[in-house]
Protein backbone atom coordinates (compact mmCIF):
# COMPACT_ATOMS: atom_id res chain seq x y z
CA UNK A 1 0.00 0.00 0.00
CA UNK A 2 1.47 3.49 -1.18
CA UNK A 3 1.09 6.84 0.85
CA UNK A 4 -1.81 7.22 2.39
CA UNK A 5 -2.75 11.11 1.91
CA UNK A 6 -4.04 12.82 5.40
CA UNK A 7 -7.04 15.00 6.02
CA UNK A 8 -4.41 17.66 7.27
CA UNK A 9 -2.83 17.68 3.64
CA UNK A 10 -6.12 18.03 2.16
CA UNK A 11 -6.79 21.09 3.93
CA UNK A 12 -3.68 22.99 3.55
CA UNK A 13 -4.08 22.30 -0.23
CA UNK A 14 -7.49 23.60 -0.43
CA UNK A 15 -6.29 26.87 2.14
CA UNK A 16 -9.22 25.88 4.63
CA UNK A 17 -9.45 23.80 7.93
CA UNK A 18 -9.62 20.52 8.50
CA UNK A 19 -12.85 20.58 10.63
CA UNK A 20 -14.11 22.04 6.49
CA UNK A 21 -12.77 19.29 5.12
CA UNK A 22 -14.64 17.13 7.33
CA UNK A 23 -17.43 18.39 6.76
CA UNK A 24 -17.15 18.45 2.99
CA UNK A 25 -16.28 15.23 2.73
CA UNK A 26 -19.06 13.62 5.45
CA UNK A 27 -21.73 15.85 3.42
CA UNK A 28 -22.47 17.62 7.01
CA UNK A 29 -23.71 21.45 7.99
CA UNK A 30 -23.89 24.35 5.51
CA UNK A 31 -20.46 24.79 2.98
CA UNK A 32 -20.16 27.23 0.22
CA UNK A 33 -20.51 25.52 -3.06
CA UNK A 34 -16.57 27.08 -3.98
CA UNK A 35 -15.55 26.03 -0.58
CA UNK A 36 -16.87 22.53 -1.25
CA UNK A 37 -15.16 22.63 -4.76
CA UNK A 38 -12.01 23.39 -3.61
CA UNK A 39 -12.34 20.35 -1.31
CA UNK A 40 -13.13 18.24 -3.76
CA UNK A 41 -10.40 18.81 -6.07
CA UNK A 42 -7.41 19.21 -3.04
CA UNK A 43 -9.04 15.69 -2.02
CA UNK A 44 -8.82 14.22 -5.43
CA UNK A 45 -5.24 15.90 -6.44
CA UNK A 46 -4.09 13.62 -3.66
CA UNK A 47 -6.15 10.66 -4.06
CA UNK A 48 -7.89 10.88 -0.10
CA UNK A 49 -10.59 8.85 0.43
CA UNK A 50 -12.29 9.75 3.85
CA UNK A 51 -12.98 6.83 6.04
CA UNK A 52 -16.32 5.28 5.45
CA UNK A 53 -15.71 4.82 9.62
CA UNK A 54 -15.04 8.51 10.22
CA UNK A 55 -18.58 8.89 7.90
CA UNK A 56 -19.90 6.85 10.24
CA UNK A 57 -19.17 8.77 13.47
CA UNK A 58 -19.31 11.92 12.12
CA UNK A 59 -23.58 11.23 11.42
CA UNK A 60 -23.95 9.01 14.24
CA UNK A 61 -26.14 9.88 17.42
CA UNK A 62 -25.43 6.75 19.59
CA UNK A 63 -21.94 7.45 20.75
CA UNK A 64 -21.60 4.35 22.19
CA UNK A 65 -18.70 1.91 21.57
CA UNK A 66 -19.57 -2.02 22.41
CA UNK A 67 -17.70 -4.30 24.01
CA UNK A 68 -18.42 -8.05 23.64
CA UNK A 69 -17.22 -10.26 26.47
CA UNK A 70 -17.80 -13.61 27.89
CA UNK A 71 -20.18 -13.51 30.52
CA UNK A 72 -17.99 -14.58 34.13
CA UNK A 73 -20.38 -14.99 36.93
CA UNK A 74 -20.47 -12.99 40.05
CA UNK A 75 -17.57 -10.66 40.60
CA UNK A 76 -14.88 -12.51 38.73
CA UNK A 77 -14.93 -10.83 35.76
CA UNK A 78 -13.51 -8.00 36.77
CA UNK A 79 -11.24 -10.18 38.91
CA UNK A 80 -9.77 -11.20 35.67
CA UNK A 81 -6.83 -9.40 35.39
CA UNK A 82 -7.01 -9.19 31.48
CA UNK A 83 -10.30 -8.50 31.21
CA UNK A 84 -10.16 -5.75 33.42
CA UNK A 85 -7.17 -3.87 31.99
CA UNK A 86 -8.04 -4.36 28.19
CA UNK A 87 -11.50 -2.64 29.10
CA UNK A 88 -9.61 -0.11 31.46
CA UNK A 89 -7.49 0.92 28.53
CA UNK A 90 -10.23 0.86 26.06
CA UNK A 91 -12.37 3.39 27.85
CA UNK A 92 -9.78 5.45 28.93
CA UNK A 93 -9.44 6.35 24.91
CA UNK A 94 -13.15 6.17 24.47
CA UNK A 95 -13.84 8.54 27.48
CA UNK A 96 -10.59 10.75 25.77
CA UNK A 97 -13.33 10.99 22.64
CA UNK A 98 -15.71 11.40 24.16
CA UNK A 99 -18.08 8.02 23.27
CA UNK A 100 -19.65 5.89 26.04
CA UNK A 101 -18.69 2.60 26.74
CA UNK A 102 -21.52 -0.21 26.03
CA UNK A 103 -20.72 -3.58 27.55
CA UNK A 104 -22.49 -6.44 25.49
CA UNK A 105 -21.95 -10.39 27.54
CA UNK A 106 -21.97 -13.38 26.04
CA UNK A 107 -22.79 -16.72 27.63
CA UNK A 108 -20.77 -19.37 27.49
CA UNK A 109 -22.16 -21.78 24.28
CA UNK A 110 -23.84 -18.44 22.70
CA UNK A 111 -23.96 -17.93 19.04
CA UNK A 112 -23.42 -14.36 18.58
CA UNK A 113 -24.92 -12.55 16.01
CA UNK A 114 -22.97 -9.39 16.27
CA UNK A 115 -24.67 -7.54 13.17
CA UNK A 116 -27.77 -7.97 15.36
CA UNK A 117 -25.90 -5.88 18.03
CA UNK A 118 -25.04 -3.20 15.91
CA UNK A 119 -28.75 -2.63 15.16
CA UNK A 120 -30.75 -3.00 18.50
CA UNK A 121 -28.12 -1.60 20.25
CA UNK A 122 -27.74 1.35 18.52
CA UNK A 123 -23.55 1.09 18.56
CA UNK A 124 -21.23 3.01 16.30
CA UNK A 125 -18.48 0.27 16.13
CA UNK A 126 -17.31 -2.86 18.25
CA UNK A 127 -14.08 -4.45 20.17
CA UNK A 128 -14.50 -8.28 20.87
CA UNK A 129 -12.61 -10.19 23.31
CA UNK A 130 -13.04 -13.76 23.99
CA UNK A 131 -13.03 -14.60 20.52
CA UNK A 132 -12.61 -18.10 19.44
CA UNK A 133 -11.86 -20.73 16.57
CA UNK A 134 -15.70 -22.08 15.92
CA UNK A 135 -17.12 -21.53 12.75
CA UNK A 136 -19.79 -19.93 14.13
CA UNK A 137 -18.02 -17.02 15.00
CA UNK A 138 -16.47 -16.52 12.19
CA UNK A 139 -19.23 -16.55 10.03
CA UNK A 140 -20.92 -13.51 12.41
CA UNK A 141 -17.30 -12.09 12.13
CA UNK A 142 -17.23 -11.98 8.32
CA UNK A 143 -20.93 -10.98 8.11
CA UNK A 144 -20.12 -8.04 9.85
CA UNK A 145 -16.99 -7.04 7.68
CA UNK A 146 -19.05 -7.64 4.44
CA UNK A 147 -21.79 -4.87 6.14
CA UNK A 148 -19.36 -2.35 6.24
CA UNK A 149 -18.95 -2.50 10.61
CA UNK A 150 -16.55 -1.25 12.16
CA UNK A 151 -15.10 -4.05 14.71
CA UNK A 152 -12.27 -4.95 16.44
CA UNK A 153 -10.76 -8.63 18.02
CA UNK A 154 -8.46 -8.33 20.85
CA UNK A 155 -5.95 -10.90 22.00
CA UNK A 156 -7.36 -13.68 18.85
CA UNK A 157 -6.00 -14.18 15.85
CA UNK A 158 -8.05 -15.72 12.83
CA UNK A 159 -5.25 -17.18 10.07
CA UNK A 160 -6.86 -15.76 6.57
CA UNK A 161 -8.83 -13.15 7.52
CA UNK A 162 -8.49 -9.44 6.82
CA UNK A 163 -10.05 -8.81 10.24
CA UNK A 164 -8.76 -5.82 12.53
CA UNK A 165 -7.32 -7.28 14.79
CA UNK A 166 -4.82 -6.40 17.88
CA UNK A 167 -2.77 -8.45 19.74
CA UNK A 168 0.50 -9.31 21.92
CA UNK A 169 3.15 -11.54 20.53
CA UNK A 170 2.92 -14.93 22.31
CA UNK A 171 4.85 -17.06 19.97
CA UNK A 172 8.24 -14.53 21.64
CA UNK A 173 6.46 -14.54 24.52
CA UNK A 174 6.58 -18.05 25.33
CA UNK A 175 9.87 -19.05 23.55
CA UNK A 176 11.59 -16.30 26.01
CA UNK A 177 9.87 -17.75 29.06
CA UNK A 178 11.11 -21.27 27.81
CA UNK A 179 14.27 -20.09 26.79
CA UNK A 180 14.78 -18.61 30.54
CA UNK A 181 13.91 -22.08 32.17
CA UNK A 182 16.30 -23.51 29.71
CA UNK A 183 19.52 -21.16 30.53
CA UNK A 184 18.73 -21.91 34.30
CA UNK A 185 19.61 -25.76 33.69
CA UNK A 186 15.62 -27.15 33.11
CA UNK A 187 15.26 -29.88 30.13
CA UNK A 188 12.34 -31.40 30.94
CA UNK A 189 9.95 -28.59 31.03
CA UNK A 190 6.31 -28.87 31.61
CA UNK A 191 3.77 -27.36 29.61
CA UNK A 192 0.02 -26.34 31.25
CA UNK A 193 -1.48 -24.92 28.26
CA UNK A 194 -4.72 -23.82 27.38
CA UNK A 195 -7.41 -24.99 24.81
CA UNK A 196 -6.04 -24.69 21.35
CA UNK A 197 -9.93 -23.38 20.29
CA UNK A 198 -7.61 -19.91 20.99
CA UNK A 199 -5.19 -18.73 18.96
CA UNK A 200 -3.05 -17.71 22.04
CA UNK A 201 -2.46 -21.16 23.06
CA UNK A 202 -1.47 -22.31 19.63
CA UNK A 203 1.14 -19.46 19.56
CA UNK A 204 2.44 -19.98 22.79
CA UNK A 205 2.59 -24.22 21.99
CA UNK A 206 4.43 -22.67 18.91
CA UNK A 207 6.88 -20.64 20.95
CA UNK A 208 7.70 -23.66 23.67
CA UNK A 209 8.65 -26.00 20.75
CA UNK A 210 10.44 -23.14 19.29
CA UNK A 211 12.74 -22.55 22.50
CA UNK A 212 13.18 -26.30 22.65
CA UNK A 213 14.28 -26.37 19.23
CA UNK A 214 16.74 -24.08 19.49
CA UNK A 215 18.33 -25.32 22.48
CA UNK A 216 18.01 -28.88 20.95
CA UNK A 217 16.06 -30.19 23.36
CA UNK A 218 13.40 -32.92 21.26
CA UNK A 219 9.81 -31.82 21.74
CA UNK A 220 7.79 -34.59 24.28
CA UNK A 221 4.07 -34.35 23.90
CA UNK A 222 3.98 -36.56 27.64
CA UNK A 223 5.34 -33.15 29.00
CA UNK A 224 2.42 -31.02 27.71
CA UNK A 225 -0.70 -30.57 29.62
CA UNK A 226 -4.14 -28.73 28.98
CA UNK A 227 -6.13 -26.49 31.29
CA UNK A 228 -8.61 -24.10 30.45
CA UNK A 229 -7.15 -21.04 32.15
CA UNK A 230 -8.96 -21.23 35.25
CA UNK A 231 -7.38 -21.31 38.99
CA UNK A 232 -8.81 -24.84 39.32
CA UNK A 233 -7.85 -26.51 36.05
CA UNK A 234 -3.95 -26.11 37.36
CA UNK A 235 -4.92 -27.06 41.07
CA UNK A 236 -6.32 -30.50 39.16
CA UNK A 237 -3.25 -30.49 37.02
CA UNK A 238 -0.84 -30.58 40.30
CA UNK A 239 -1.81 -34.24 41.07
CA UNK A 240 -0.52 -35.45 37.74
CA UNK A 241 2.69 -33.43 38.14
CA UNK A 242 3.33 -34.20 41.49
CA UNK A 243 3.31 -37.75 40.49
CA UNK A 244 5.95 -37.15 37.96
CA UNK A 245 8.54 -34.57 39.79
CA UNK A 246 11.18 -36.56 39.32
CA UNK A 247 10.68 -36.33 35.22
CA UNK A 248 10.03 -32.75 35.36
CA UNK A 249 11.88 -29.28 36.47
CA UNK A 250 10.08 -26.95 35.02
CA UNK A 251 6.55 -25.91 34.41
CA UNK A 252 5.52 -23.40 31.98
CA UNK A 253 1.93 -22.61 32.75
CA UNK A 254 -0.12 -20.46 30.20
CA UNK A 255 -1.23 -18.11 32.37
CA UNK A 256 -0.64 -16.85 36.27
CA UNK A 257 -3.84 -18.22 37.37
CA UNK A 258 -2.95 -21.84 36.21
CA UNK A 259 0.66 -21.44 37.59
CA UNK A 260 -0.73 -20.37 40.98
CA UNK A 261 -3.38 -23.06 41.03
CA UNK A 262 -0.52 -26.08 40.15
CA UNK A 263 1.65 -24.42 43.43
CA UNK A 264 -1.67 -24.18 45.70
CA UNK A 265 -2.12 -28.25 44.35
CA UNK A 266 1.70 -29.03 45.33
CA UNK A 267 1.70 -27.46 48.53
CA UNK A 268 -2.29 -28.91 49.36
CA UNK A 269 -0.06 -32.29 48.89
CA UNK A 270 2.65 -32.25 51.15
CA UNK A 271 5.32 -30.20 49.39
CA UNK A 272 7.11 -27.71 50.64
CA UNK A 273 8.24 -24.52 48.11
CA UNK A 274 11.72 -26.31 48.10
CA UNK A 275 10.36 -29.14 46.72
CA UNK A 276 9.20 -27.51 43.66
CA UNK A 277 10.01 -27.57 39.89
CA UNK A 278 10.59 -23.93 38.56
CA UNK A 279 7.95 -21.81 37.57
CA UNK A 280 7.15 -19.28 35.09
CA UNK A 281 3.44 -18.00 34.24
CA UNK A 282 2.27 -15.96 31.61
CA UNK A 283 -0.08 -12.48 31.78
CA UNK A 284 1.91 -10.84 34.72
CA UNK A 285 -0.93 -10.33 36.95
CA UNK A 286 -1.52 -8.57 40.23
CA UNK A 287 -0.74 -12.26 42.07
CA UNK A 288 2.47 -13.36 40.01
CA UNK A 289 4.55 -10.88 42.91
CA UNK A 290 2.49 -12.15 45.81
CA UNK A 291 2.47 -15.67 44.79
CA UNK A 292 4.76 -17.73 46.92
CA UNK A 293 7.64 -18.14 45.57
CA UNK A 294 7.07 -14.92 43.37
CA UNK A 295 6.26 -15.89 40.30
CA UNK A 296 8.19 -15.07 37.17
CA UNK A 297 5.93 -14.08 34.27
CA UNK A 298 5.73 -12.90 30.57
CA UNK A 299 4.31 -9.54 31.00
CA UNK A 300 1.45 -8.49 27.92
CA UNK A 301 0.39 -5.22 27.92
CA UNK A 302 -3.00 -5.77 27.97
CA UNK A 303 -3.82 -1.57 29.04
CA UNK A 304 -1.90 -0.42 25.83
CA UNK A 305 -3.84 -3.18 23.87
CA UNK A 306 -7.18 -1.88 24.80
CA UNK A 307 -5.92 1.87 24.33
CA UNK A 308 -5.07 0.30 20.33
CA UNK A 309 -8.11 -0.95 19.81
CA UNK A 310 -10.53 1.54 20.59
CA UNK A 311 -8.10 3.97 18.85
CA UNK A 312 -7.96 1.75 15.56
CA UNK A 313 -12.29 2.42 15.42
CA UNK A 314 -12.07 6.11 16.52
CA UNK A 315 -11.21 8.71 13.79
CA UNK A 316 -9.25 11.20 14.77
CA UNK A 317 -7.72 14.26 13.02
CA UNK A 318 -4.82 12.73 12.46
CA UNK A 319 -6.87 10.26 9.99
CA UNK A 320 -5.79 7.48 11.52
CA UNK A 321 -6.69 4.09 9.13
CA UNK A 322 -9.77 2.79 10.48
CA UNK A 323 -10.34 -0.91 10.78
CA UNK A 324 -13.11 -0.33 8.02
CA UNK A 325 -10.80 1.42 5.71
CA UNK A 326 -8.28 -1.75 5.16
CA UNK A 327 -11.44 -4.07 4.85
CA UNK A 328 -10.63 -6.76 2.48
CA UNK A 329 -6.61 -6.17 2.24
CA UNK A 330 -4.19 -8.13 3.92
CA UNK A 331 -4.68 -8.73 7.88
CA UNK A 332 -4.62 -5.60 10.30
CA UNK A 333 -2.89 -7.50 12.57
CA UNK A 334 -1.11 -4.98 15.79
CA UNK A 335 1.31 -7.10 17.26
CA UNK A 336 2.73 -5.40 21.02
CA UNK A 337 5.74 -7.05 22.28
CA UNK A 338 5.70 -9.04 25.54
CA UNK A 339 8.14 -8.54 28.45
CA UNK A 340 9.81 -12.25 30.96
CA UNK A 341 9.70 -10.35 34.53
CA UNK A 342 11.89 -12.72 36.14
CA UNK A 343 11.24 -13.37 40.04
CA UNK A 344 12.47 -16.28 42.34
CA UNK A 345 10.31 -19.17 41.15
CA UNK A 346 12.14 -19.93 37.98
CA UNK A 347 15.75 -19.14 39.23
CA UNK A 348 17.62 -21.99 40.09
CA UNK A 349 21.41 -21.59 41.30
Do not use: W
Not at 65 to 88: D, I, Q, T
Not at 254 to 264: L, P, S
Not at 325 to 346: F, H, Q
Amino acid sequence: MGNIASRKEVAELAGVSEATVSRVLNATGPIKEETRRRVQDAANQLGYVPSALARNFARSKSGHLGVVMPYVPKAHLFSAYFFSEMLSGIGSKARDNGLDLLLLFRKPGEKMDYSALFRQQKIDACIILGARDDPDELEALKRLQEEGRPFCVMNHHFAGQSFCEVDADHVEGSRAAVSHLIEQGCKQIAFLNGPDIYSNSTERLKGYRTALQDAGIEYDRELLLEGNYSRRSGLEASATIAGRLNDIDAIFAANDRMAIGVMQGLRELGLGVDRFPAFVGYDDSDVAEMAVPPLSSVRVPFYEMGELAALKLIPDPLDRISALELTGSASIRELLSTELIIRASSIRQ
